[in-house]
């Protein structure tokens, strides 16, 4: 299986014998259950379906609720399909947090904080323009000309000016696993993983 769900449940550090701080992210992942295996005779192409977190059976579409049975589970609120890479993982079969060991290199996506609409020194890292004092307080952190006055006579597309910010999907890549908790279903990777406390995150090797 190349990869599961998981919940983000915090950061904290992990000590080397040497004394050195790492610090950490600590991902509640899984267990996972396969809700469908797709095939290439069926579906044109090979992959699996998971689900993870619980769901209530009366906020679930008649349709999901059928699509679970068939996977004899309960509702869940997150799906993911992973590419087939030859596994033999059967319908209604548990993904559990041992399908990584400490060592592993994985990438993480997850929903980044937002921070709603900025300007562009916060959103863009510019420097803002002219003096920060002497009567020209409030000007500096505009983001100054933004096109050409002749030749094109417009603002180019792409051109880095002030929005909203953050609230958008972010995959942190080769983030090593540092502990494997299998009994609590807990997986420690090394640095940090886009969203708040609480949000979904995918984990693939």
Do not use: W
């Amino acid at each position: 299986m190349p990869g599961i769900i998981g919940k983000k449940v915090g950061m904290t550090s992990v000590y080397s014998a040497e004394g050195k701080a790492t610090p950490c992210t600590v991902i509640e992942a899984g267990p996972c259950v396969v809700t469908q295996v797709k095939t290439v005779d069926r579906d044109g192409y090979d992959a699996v379906q998971i689900g993870f977190g619980e769901k209530k059976e009366k906020n679930t579409p008649k349709a999901l609720i059928g699509h679970f049975k068939k996977a004899k589970t309960s509702p869940k609120s997150k799906l993911v399909e992973f590419i087939n890479q030859g596994g033999d993982l059967e319908l209604g079969s548990e993904v559990k947090v041992d399908i990584f060991s400490e060592g592993d290199y994985v990438d993480v996506s997850g929903i980044s904080k937002g921070k709603g609409f900025q300007g562009v020194v916060k959103r863009h890292k510019f420097g803002g323009v002219g003096e920060t004092s002497h009567g020209h307080g409030g000007v500096n952190r505009t983001s100054g000309s933004i096109g050409m006055a002749s030749t094109p006579a417009r603002v180019l597309k792409g051109k880095k000016m002030a929005g909203q910010m953050g609230n958008k999907k972010v995959t942190i890549q080769n983030l090593e696993v540092l502990k494997v908790l299998a009994d609590k279903n807990i997986l420690v990777v090394k640095g940090s993983i886009p969203g708040a406390k609480g949000s979904t995150v995918l984990i693939e090797k």
